[in-house]
């Protein structure tokens, strides 16, 4: 099935870091979703965006809907080592009616 | 409130042994439901999903079947398993309002 590229495939930072990552894709969202996924658990919702430039934030973490609605991008500030795990953005078309695209996951590990 | 549940967390089975996974949804009715699998170290691959009791779509061929016996109940199956169907395989159900809500997952090991 389809996914989205996301970049990149895994980071390797140091506590107190800012990380950067980044989703594109060929078509349109109406919605962008970033997830993120502790080891042997599901993935929990971060924050959603669902108008083209919005920036919201959650915390240390600030996501924008891209202005061309082909692109996400996802930040985290000053890191700390619970924020290990996989990261993955997705997209969807339409509220309810459109199953979600995940991008590839980016893994992140901190050092301390 | 809503939340998912799935189970069993853990289970490792013989090849060409029999599967049967199950998610049920509380506090929600007529919920979108899914299947994923996910590889080690890999992403999300959509197995199956379902608006409603007894309709299934499957997204790639495989080894595996689904049904929705009730509404808020959904059960991944085989008849008999590989060696390539090991990974942890997650439920998801849509809120209908953004994104999905998954379970914690199943870590399936076929020896």
């Known amino acids: 099935g389809q996914q989205l590229n996301q970049s990149p495939q895994s980071m390797f930072i140091q506590e107190g870091e800012d990380v950067s990552m980044n989703c594109t894709s060929s078509s349109i969202f109406n919605t962008w979703l970033w997830y993120k996924q502790d080891p042997g658990e599901g993935p929990v919702l971060l924050i959603a965006?669902?108008?083209?430039?919005e920036l919201t934030s959650n915390g240390r973490l600030t996501a924008q809907f891209g202005i061309t609605r082909k692109d996400s991008f996802l930040n985290i500030s000053a890191s700390i080592p619970s924020d290990v795990g996989i990261y993955f953005c997705a997209g969807q078309r339409s509220y309810n009616t459109d199953k979600l695209i995940f991008g590839t996951g980016t893994r992140l590990q901190v050092f301390p | 409130s809503q939340t998912i549940h799935q189970w069993p967390a853990t289970l490792v089975q013989p090849v060409g042994s029999p599967l049967s996974l199950e998610c049920t949804v509380e506090g929600t009715s007529n919920p979108n439901l899914y299947w994923y699998r996910q590889a080690a170290g890999r992403g999300l691959q959509l197995l199956f999903y379902?608006?409603?009791?007894?309709?299934i779509s499957s997204e790639v061929p495989q080894n595996l079947s689904a049904s929705r016996p009730q509404d808020r109940q959904f059960i991944l199956s085989s008849k008999k398993l590989l060696l390539s169907d090991s990974g942890f395989y997650l439920c998801?159900?849509?809120?209908?309002?953004?994104?999905?809500?998954f379970g914690s997952g199943t870590r399936l090991t076929v020896v």
């Open positions: 965006l669902y108008k083209a430039g």
């Open positions: 379902s608006v409603g009791i007894g309709q």
């Open positions: 998801a159900w849509s809120p209908g309002l953004y994104g999905y809500t």
